[in-house]
């Protein structure tokens, strides 16, 4: 379903207050165990109730990603609240945190090309 300019418009500026907000530090250690951690995205809902937010951290490891993962989880009220004070909303959505799916997928194209280049005589 085609993103309609509210919803494109919400989105962008929740991401942008996120971001701040994580950038001024989250002090939660699996937060921080995990990196840097960038928000490549945010979806929010037509009725602007849940916003689907994705992100990507430095760190590769698996568990050490799920415990960012849980991390941003159990902090989502917190985010939630402070995304309410940075952006003139009637209702601040839900926050549901999620792995970027397109960084892996990259990666695994890129290391498919660049087995595909070794191949080669």
């Keep these: 379903m085609a993103e309609s300019r509210r919803t494109a418009r919400v989105s962008a500026t929740v991401q942008n207050a996120l971001g701040s907000i994580l950038r001024d530090g989250l ?31 430095t760190s590769e490891v698996p568990h050490v990603v799920e ?25 601040s959505p839900q926050l549901r945190f999620l792995i970027d799916p397109a960084i892996a997928q990259g990666r695994r194209i890129d290391s498919i090309l660049r087995d595909m280049e070794d191949q080669e005589p």
């Design 67 to 91: 415990e960012m993962l849980l991390g941003l989880e159990s902090a989502a009220p917190y985010l939630r609240k402070e995304v309410a004070r940075r952006v003139a909303l009637k209702r």
């Design 27 to 57: 002090r939660d250690p699996r937060v921080q165990a995990a990196g840097l951690i960038t928000i490549t995205g945010v979806n929010v809902t037509a009725d602007l109730s849940i916003a689907r937010v994705y992100v990507v951290a």
